[in-house]
């Protein structure tokens, strides 16, 4: 077997120790493997268990140009939930999903997106201004956690967390989202480490190994 996958360059054998080591073939295919992960198909047993557990809609999110562009949804099996179709585009600045995508991006690319950005007021607690949705989003990449309290549709209450693949880039945004009496300052913290859980574990079937904080490589 060894003689095979020497063959196929997969090991070397020592020429002194006559020991086996794997070669950079196994590195290049797992790579490969890595690349071609759909985050749709990883992602939905962790949307469904976000679901499950808060009995809230769970969303997972893209980087779409300027927006973020919702691209899996489940709903809980009972109840009335927030519901964002699959291919919505909903704004950075003003909810969870696109408070993370843009947050965890290379800071010139942060800049760039928030360059873009006409801030219109959905609700009265929209972020208006740059310099103020820059705080906020420092606080998102501090925490790992992003939070929409009511500012893009009055009476709901999002939270989202970021996933990211074995480089360290970011690939997607993660989160739940409903009705405001239901989702209270206590759930907030609560549910907020529990997306952030789900968001961890998800980016490690990516191969993301690193410590979440600032995770993020120079632009």
């Known amino acids: 077997m060894l003689r095979t996958l020497e063959q196929a360059g997969v090991v070397a054998q020592h ?6 080591t794997l070669r950079l073939t196994v590195a290049v295919l797992g790579y490969k493997a ?14 469904e268990r976000l679901a499950a557990q808060t009995g809230e809609c769970s969303h997972l999110a893209i980087l779409a140009n300027d927006r973020a562009f919702y691209v899996e949804q489940v709903g809980p099996e009972r ?3 927030v519901d964002a179709p699959v291919g919505t585009l909903a704004p950075l600045y003003c909810t969870a999903l696109g408070k993370v995508l843009q947050a965890f991006q ?3 690319k942060q800049e760039q997106l928030l360059a873009d950005i006409r801030f219109e007021a959905f609700t009265r607690r929209s972020i208006l201004e740059a310099a103020a949705f ?11 956690i992003g939070f ?8 709901v209450r ?45 980016s490690a079937k990516f191969g993301f ?11």
Do not use: N
């Not at 993660?174 to 907020?192: H, L, N, V």
């Not at 190994?209 to 632009?219: C, G, K, L, S, T």
């Open 134 to 144: 820059r705080s906020h989003r420092e606080a998102v990449r501090d925490s790992g």
């Open 158 to 202: 999002c939270i989202a967390a970021p996933v990211f693949r074995h480089d360290g880039a970011l690939v997607g945004a993660i989160g739940i989202s409903g009705p405001s009496p239901r989702i209270t300052d206590d759930r907030m913290r609560i549910w907020g480490d529990l997306v952030r859980a789900e968001a961890d574990a998800l």
């Open 106 to 108: 290379p800071p010139r």
């Open 15 to 20: 020429a002194t120790s006559q020991r086996y």
């Open 79 to 81: 109840g009335v939930s």
């Open 34 to 47: 890595l690349k071609h992960l759909k985050i749709r198909d990883l992602a939905q047993a962790t949307l």
């Open 209 to 219: 190994q690193e410590p979440r904080r600032h995770p993020v490589a120079a632009a």
């Open 148 to 155: 929409d309290d009511e500012e893009f549709s009055v009476g």
